[in-house]
C-alpha cells in the first residue's frame, strides 16, 4: 500500500525521508529512584524552542520482581529542589545546535512539585529481578506524533512533561530512562 501524500512524503510515494527538525535523545541508565518517589525524569521546555516529545521509554529491574505503575504527566511549572543530575542531550545531526530543553534524573523527590496540569499517560512496566523470568511487559514504550495526533507539545521554560512512579517505593530498583524530542 503507497503512503499517504505528506509534506515528509516524496511525489513518488515512497518511503519518507528523513526528518527536517533538529532531533535530541537523553537517557539515563540504572536511576536508583527515592522512596515514595514522585517525578524521577523531566524535560522542560525552552526559552526559545517549541519542544515536541516523540518517544519516552522506561525499563528496569528491582531486587524482587514487581509491577510499577508509570505516569507520563504535564506540569505547567518547573519542580523546585530535589537532587538530580542533568544527562546529556544528544543531538541526533552533529551540525544541530545543542538543544535548549533540559533534562533532569532525580534521585531525591522534589522539594516542590510544579504544578499538575494532568496525566498524559498511566502505565505499569514488570520490573524483573535479575536472572529471572518475567511476567509482564517488560518496558513503557510511548511514540508520539505517528498517528494523527500531536506530539506532546512543551512551550516555555514554566512546561515540563515527567515520568512520575506516583509515590510508590520501589526497592532495589533501577530504572532505565529514554526521551527523544524536536525543537523548532
Not at 518511503?15 to 524521577?40: E, F, M, R
Not at 524483573?128 to 511487559?137: H, I, L, N, R, V
Not at 518496558?139 to 514554566?158: C, H, M, S, T, W
Amino acid at each position: 500500500m503507497p503512503y499517504p501524500v505528506a509534506p515528509d512524503v516524496p511525489a513518488n510515494n515512497a518511503a519518507p525521508v528523513d526528518g527536517q527538525k533538529a532531533t535530541y535523545s537523553a537517557s539515563i541508565t540504572g536511576l536508583v529512584t527515592a522512596a515514595s518517589a514522585t517525578d524521577i525524569f523531566t524535560l522542560t521546555g525552552s526559552a526559545t524552542k517549541t519542544v515536541r516529545i516523540t518517544r519516552v521509554e522506561v525499563n528496569g529491574q528491582a531486587t524482587t520482581a514487581v509491577p510499577v505503575q508509570v505516569v507520563l504527566l504535564k506540569r505547567s511549572a518547573a519542580n523546585l529542589t530535589g537532587t538530580s543530575t542533568a544527562p546529556t542531550a544528544v543531538p541526533h545531526d552533529s551540525t544541530s545546535a545543542a538543544a535548549t530543553a533540559t533534562v533532569k534524573a532525580y534521585t531525591a523527590n522534589p522539594g516542590t512539585l510544579g504544578t499538575l496540569v494532568g496525566n498524559l499517560k498511566a502505565e505499569y512496566v514488570y520490573l524483573s529481578a535479575p536472572g529471572t523470568a518475567t511476567t509482564g511487559p517488560e518496558k513503557l514504550f510511548l511514540n508520539f506524533g505517528d498517528r494523527p495526533e500531536q506530539e506532546y507539545v512543551i512551550r516555555g521554560i514554566a512546561e515540563v512533561v515527567a515520568v512520575n512512579l506516583n509515590g510508590v517505593t520501589t526497592t532495589g530498583a533501577a530504572f532505565d530512562i529514554n526521551i527523544t524530542w524536536t525543537e523548532e
